[in-house]
């Protein structure tokens, strides 16, 4: 015997993982069938009382609580200043002016040399040797003029400030005095506009210069004032857990909601589903006793009409050779076509009128000639409906009826007709007979027959079928089945 396959075994955490696994859905089953059992009225309140029992909860140990810790913190710490030594008193600038000094240096200097010309005033100071002594009678401003006029005159120092003022020719001395006290007068002037605005200038530098340097000696001495200490302090911390609660709130309702919602649906439809299987099984189950029943019945009428045609078959034999020869031929075609009737009955399967049509036929002559002139029948059904969907069995019965319970018991019997038609999209099959009527014979049944048609045309069709009894015009019972109209394809006629 060969060994059996043994189980590969388990991870260690495999069985409690399903244990979890399952205590979980049991869970959230069991709270998803409660907030389904529970109105949106009451979820709502719930959901109110939730979050205030979370605000409240939240500010509440072990939600929250404080510790006090010691902490080291630096701390910048600014020196008292230190007194400034005192400033020395600035030195008053000195006021320009113009100053015409006689030239120092060696040798024997006298008088200068002063010309204009169109290129200004030169003022040069004149150094004169013993041996250079002009002649007498010569003008003093002509002997200016022309010991200026010589650029070489020798005995001028070049490394002393010259003013050359030359005297064009032709000018009297009155005028180069004038001229000259006109220059002093204009040099004196732009000298001391020149000097005016230097004087601006320095003062607003040094001011300037002043403030940049005050203002960098004082950061300079804050900077050296400033220094960092460390501190021990205490400090109370706080812990808050519960900042999240309300949030989990909001989101525990949200989901509760959505649960409610899909779950109530999910189980709506489980048991609409549920029903349908219900419904349908008992459906099956109805219809398998209504076939029952067909089946029963038929099993029990076919006997007693086959006994009764075998008889009068028998009957005719001896007294119309040539009728018993017609009634035979009439059985045998209704046998033909009766015994897959019975087994497509019994399988649930599908029948056109045609077929039911070639049952009626036979049937109807058979008992024609059992009630010879007392029967007449009338079958006016169009070509093309003979393929139309029609339950079997359901006119043969409603014939049987018409002849047992109505034409029959009748003395004079009476005509029975077979009609079907088109009427508003449906497919109307009558039978008509002008016996003694519905429920007025002595051989009245127990309307177990019409019963079950009605059954069967609920099982099939619905609403959309039914079958209406009514008192014929002409005397006797109008019977009618209307049922959806649809052809059968591949149906013979």
Same mark, same amino acid.
């Given at each position: 015997?060969?060994?059996?396959? $043994?189980?590969?075994?388990?991870?260690?955490?495999?069985?409690?993982?399903?244990? +979890?696994? $399952?205590?979980?859905?049991?869970?959230?089953?069991?709270?998803?069938?409660?907030?389904?059992?529970? $109105?949106?009225?009451? +979820?709502a309140l719930l959901s109110l009382a939730l979050l205030v029992a979370t605000a409240i909860v939240q500010d509440l140990p072990p939600f929250r609580w404080s510790y006090?810790?010691?902490?080291?913190?630096?701390?910048?710490?600014?020196?008292?200043?230190?007194?400034?030594?005192p400033k020395r008193p600035a030195r008053p600038p000195k006021s320009p002016g113009v100053t015409i000094e006689k030239p120092k240096g060696?040798?024997?200097?006298?008088?200068?040399?002063?010309?204009?010309?169109?290129?200004?005033?030169?003022?040069t100071p004149k150094r004169r040797e013993a041996a250079s002594t002009p002649a007498p009678g010569a003008s003093g401003a002509a002997g200016a003029a022309a010991s200026a006029t010589s650029p070489g005159t020798a005995g001028v120092d070049s490394d002393k400030p010259v003013i050359d003022i030359r005297l064009p020719p032709g000018e009297h001395s009155e005028n180069v005095r004038e001229i000259v006290a006109e220059a002093r007068r204009v040099a004196e002037e732009s000298i001391r506009e020149a000097a005016n605005e230097a004087r601006e200038s320095a003062e607003e530098a040094a001011r300037e210069a002043a403030a940049a340097a005050e203002e960098a000696a004082g950061d300079a001495r804050a900077?050296?004032?400033?220094?960092?200490? !460390?501190e021990p302090q205490e400090r109370v911390r706080v812990v808050r857990l519960g900042d999240s609660l309300m949030e989990l709130a909001f989101l525990w309702i949200l989901g509760s909601g959505v649960i409610k919602f899909t779950y109530k649906?999910?189980?709506?439809?489980?048991?609409?589903?549920?029903?349908?299987?219900?419904?349908?099984?008992?459906?099956?189950?109805?219809?398998?006793?209504?076939?029952?029943?067909?089946?029963?019945?038929?099993?029990?009428?076919?006997?007693? +009409?086959? +006994?009764?045609?075998l008889a009068s078959i028998e009957h005719l034999i001896q007294t119309d050779p040539q009728r018993a020869s017609?009634?035979?031929?009439? %059985?045998?075609?209704?046998?033909?076509?009766?015994?897959?009737?019975?087994?497509?009955t019994n399988d649930g399967g599908v029948r056109d009128l045609g077929r039911e049509l070639s049952v009626i036929r036979p049937y109807l002559e058979i008992l024609k000639v059992r009630m010879e002139e007392r029967l007449t029948t009338e079958i006016d059904v169009p070509e093309g409906l003979m393929s139309a969907e029609f339950p079997p069995m359901m006119v043969q019965t409603l014939v049987e009826?018409?002849?047992?319970?109505?034409?029959?018991?009748?003395?004079?019997?009476?005509?029975?007709?077979?009609?079907?038609?088109?009427?508003?999209?449906? %497919?109307?099959?009558?039978?008509?007979?002008?016996?003694?009527?519905?429920g007025r014979a002595a051989t009245a049944g127990t309307g177990v027959g019409l019963a079950n048609i009605r059954e069967r045309l609920q099982l099939l069709y619905g609403p959309k079928?039914?079958?209406?009894?009514?008192?014929?015009?002409?005397?006797?019972?109008?019977?009618?089945?209307?049922?959806? !109209?649809?052809?059968v394809e591949g149906a013979s006629a």
């Open positions: 015997m060969p060994p059996m396959p $043994s189980t590969p075994p388990q991870p260690p955490g495999s069985d409690r993982w399903q244990r +979890f696994r $399952s205590a979980s859905v049991r869970g959230f089953h069991t709270y998803a069938n409660w907030l389904v059992s529970i $109105s949106w009225r009451r +979820f006090t810790e010691r902490v080291t913190v630096p701390r910048v710490v600014t020196d008292p200043e230190e007194p400034e030594p060696s040798g024997t200097t006298e008088g200068v040399d002063i010309s204009i010309d169109e290129s200004g005033v030169r003022i900077a050296r004032r400033q220094r960092v200490v !460390y649906r999910q189980i709506q439809a489980e048991a609409q589903a549920a029903q349908a299987v219900e419904t349908a099984e008992a459906e099956a189950l109805k219809r398998q006793v209504v076939e029952a029943r067909m089946a029963a019945m038929q099993a029990q009428v076919e006997p007693h +009409f086959l +006994f009764n045609t017609q009634m035979q031929r009439n %059985l045998i075609a209704l046998l033909r076509a009766s015994m897959p009737t019975m087994r497509e009826n018409a002849i047992k319970h109505g034409l029959e018991p009748k003395p004079e019997g009476g005509h029975l007709m077979v009609r079907a038609e088109i009427v508003h999209g449906k %497919l109307a099959v009558t039978v008509s007979d002008t016996g003694l009527g519905f079928a039914a079958l209406t009894i009514s008192e014929n015009p002409g005397g006797g019972t109008r019977a009618v089945i209307t049922v959806p !109209y649809k052809p």
